[in-house]
């Protein structure tokens, strides 16, 4: 995982900060705070994320392709421009169908 800083108080094309690279999940923290984090994923075909528990809340953004996103056993297919927000403490995971990039919000509220 990468932490990078992007410069503040400038326009961005999100979808361009992170590059999709064969064969893998690319992550970048493009902020991290004690309150939260954003970070930007990648996944190359056939890649995804194995199922996870977080006692925060996380909002999930489609940028670029398609996924399905587990929470709690139910699918959520999800299209560019897409959004959902995982609950904390649900099981959940990501399975892409083909390449795709996704927003990652975790906010942590300091009582978990």
């Known amino acids: 995982m990468d932490d990078i800083e992007i410069e503040k108080s400038a326009a961005?094309?999100?979808v361009?900060?992170?590059?999709?690279v064969p064969n893998s999940v690319v992550i970048t923290t493009i902020l991290k705070k004690s309150t939260g984090n954003i970070s930007i994923?990648?996944?190359?075909?056939?890649e995804g994320l194995?199922?996870?528990t977080t006692p925060f809340d996380t909002f999930v953004q489609v940028i670029d392709?398609?996924?399905e996103i587990v929470i709690s056993g139910v699918s959520n297919?999800?299209?560019t421009g897409?959004?959902?927000v995982i609950p904390a403490h649900a099981p959940n995971f990501v399975n892409p169908n083909g390449r795709f990039k996704m927003?990652?919000?975790?906010?942590?509220?300091g009582y978990e």
């Open 12 to 14: 961005h094309i999100t």
């Open 16 to 20: 361009e900060i992170i590059e999709y």
């Open 41 to 46: 994923m990648s996944f190359d075909s056939g």
């Open 50 to 52: 194995s199922e996870k």
């Open 65 to 67: 392709g398609k996924a």
């Open 77 to 79: 297919i999800l299209l």
């Open 82 to 84: 897409q959004s959902i």
């Open 103 to 109: 927003i990652l919000t975790v906010i942590k509220n």
